[in-house]
């Protein structure tokens, strides 16, 4: 990293740029969800474990540092269809599989 | 390739128009080591490919995602095979792990939902999605002299420290902005939280993790628009054109 201060770096469109954080982030969590014949419900608590492990905890250490305000931008989130979702999918399937909810929820 | 013995489902990448021309995506390196195929049913069809059983059935599914390589490597190719669609046709892009034991699966699955499917490809025609990524550089980095004295050193630290955070809260107000800008640009803008360092991979904080629903044309456009909000405070990094991702969950369609 050469002159980091003055010179902004710009990798604009392209493909290669894509580092695997951002495949998985889109591939694990986002895509429409279809049922399939291979129970999702399971597959779904599995993926869910890697999200916690991933971006749980980027959302815990976004909140640490004070950027959370997408969490609470009406405007930017597009109503409430991003905030909380999946904190209480997650929660409802930690419910389900037994798991105690952590303790960093309860803030 | 899927021995003899093993048993086939298949694995369903994504959605497109019936009539779209995909004899580029056939070879791509999908899941297996099967050829990329389309199922079609009325509008719409579904990009597929045959999976073993010994490797996408419930059991072994479950212990496949528990190891890393294995859902990088295959995540990835989920990724690679949709992305060879992308600015090809309309597209709507699965979540990774849809599974069905038998074509018939696949076809009453399309059947089900052709309406809503056929829905969302006239929405996303003609567009992509790309990231923005907005990174806080560290202005003050190399600007102060070594300390002289232990007292000196303190002195440093307490005013890097505010500096910092008079600096934070100044880049937040301007990735707000950014992103307000670049939503008004695009036909959908959706914020998740920025990745921590372990994966974003960069020291420097995540401020912004963004995607946004931008017509295929105007591409450049949006990516310069991005880019001048870049600035010694600001690194800004646009990534894609990437399938629309961030636009086709439930809520997005209704």
């Not at chain 2, 694995?11 to 056939?26: E, K, Q, S, W």
Request: proline share 5%; with cysteine.
């Amino acid at each position: 990293m050469t002159n980091p201060a003055q010179t902004p770096q710009r990798y604009l469109g392209r493909r290669e740029a894509a580092q695997l954080p951002d495949v998985l982030e889109r591939v694990l969590d986002k895509g429409i969800v279809i049922a399939g014949d291979i129970q999702v419900s399971l597959l779904d608590i599995e993926l869910l474990t890697i999200k916690l492990r991933l971006l749980v905890a980027s959302a815990d250490k976004a909140k640490e540092m004070g950027i959370d305000w997408w969490q609470h931008d009406p405007f930017l989130t597009g109503g409430d269809r991003n905030g909380n979702e999946l904190e209480d999918r997650l929660r409802r399937l930690e419910q389900k599989a037994g798991i105690e909810q952590r303790a960093s929820d309860e803030s | 390739m899927i021995s003899s013995g093993v048993k086939a489902a298949w694995y369903v990448y994504g959605v497109v128009p019936a009539d779209a021309r995909l004899d580029a995506l056939t070879d791509a390196d999908g899941v297996a080591s099967t050829r990329i195929q389309l199922v079609t049913e009325g509008a719409v069809a579904a990009i597929v490919c045959r999976v073993g059983l010994d490797d996408f059935a419930e059991e072994p599914l479950r212990r496949n995602l528990e190891d890393r390589a294995w859902l990088e490597q295959t995540a990835s190719a989920h990724d690679r095979v949709l992305s060879g669609a992308v600015g090809v046709t309309p597209l709507v892009p699965l979540r990774f792990g849809t599974v069905f034991r038998d074509e018939a699966g696949v076809r009453e699955m399309l059947v089900e939902r052709e309406a809503e499917l056929r829905d969302a490809l006239e929405r996303l025609g003609g567009h992509v999605e790309l990231g923005v990524k907005v990174f806080l550089v560290d202005p003050a980095r190399g600007e102060e002299a070594k300390p002289a004295t232990g007292r000196d050193y303190l002195l440093q630290k307490q005013r890097a420290r505010d500096a910092a955070s008079t600096v934070q809260a100044e880049a937040l107000e301007q990735v707000r902005a950014l992103h307000e800008h670049l939503a008004t640009l695009a036909d959908g803008a959706h914020a998740n939280p920025p990745q921590p360092p372990e994966l974003s991979g960069r020291r420097e904080p995540m401020l912004l993790n963004a995607a946004y629903l931008v017509r295929s044309d105007e591409q450049p456009e949006f990516i310069a628009a991005a880019a001048d909000h870049g600035d010694g405070r600001l690194e800004i990094l646009v990534t894609g054109p990437w399938p629309a991702y961030n636009f086709v969950q439930a809520e997005e369609a209704e």
